[in-house]
């Protein structure tokens, strides 16, 4: 496992923009053959995907409810990975977390390794 910090959150107002950033806190270090993935979870609601890509680069898959408006990248050194939120409604008011795993994969059960969490709020 590998321990995570994200950054970023807070409150804004509808179609606003944030950056939430990833990274591996400590000695630790997220492998180039990982998959770094985004999930957020809102009062009462089950913690839902949000986004992926793979540690290395490249490929990336998005929930329905944020394509085209949040983009998931990472840095050149493949250290810290961001979640570019663009257009954010109300609905995308959720803690949302970074998470760490070995497989392709939307489940958030296949993922091993998870930040604390930062808040966003939107306000309408």
């Known amino acids: 496992q590998v321990p995570l910090v994200e950054s970023g959150g807070g409150s804004v107002q509808d179609g606003d923009s944030l950056r939430l950033s990833c990274a591996a806190s400590?000695?630790?270090?997220?492998?180039?053959?990982?998959?770094v993935a985004w999930f957020r979870q809102a009062p009462g609601l089950e913690r839902e995907f949000v986004a992926l890509?793979?540690?290395?680069?490249?490929?990336?898959i998005y929930a329905d409810s944020v394509k085209g408006r949040f983009t998931i990248s990472r840095d050149a050194t493949g250290r810290t990975f961001y979640l570019h939120m663009g257009t954010l409604k109300p609905d995308d008011t959720a803690v949302y977390y970074c998470?760490?795993?070995?497989?392709?994969?939307?489940?958030?059960?296949?993922?091993?390794?998870w930040g604390q969490g930062t808040q966003v709020t939107v306000a309408s």
């Open positions: 400590g000695s630790g270090r997220i492998l180039s053959s990982s998959i």
């Open positions: 998470a760490v795993g070995s497989e392709y994969t939307t489940d958030l059960r296949a993922y091993r390794s």
């Open positions: 890509i793979r540690a290395r680069g490249g490929s990336s």
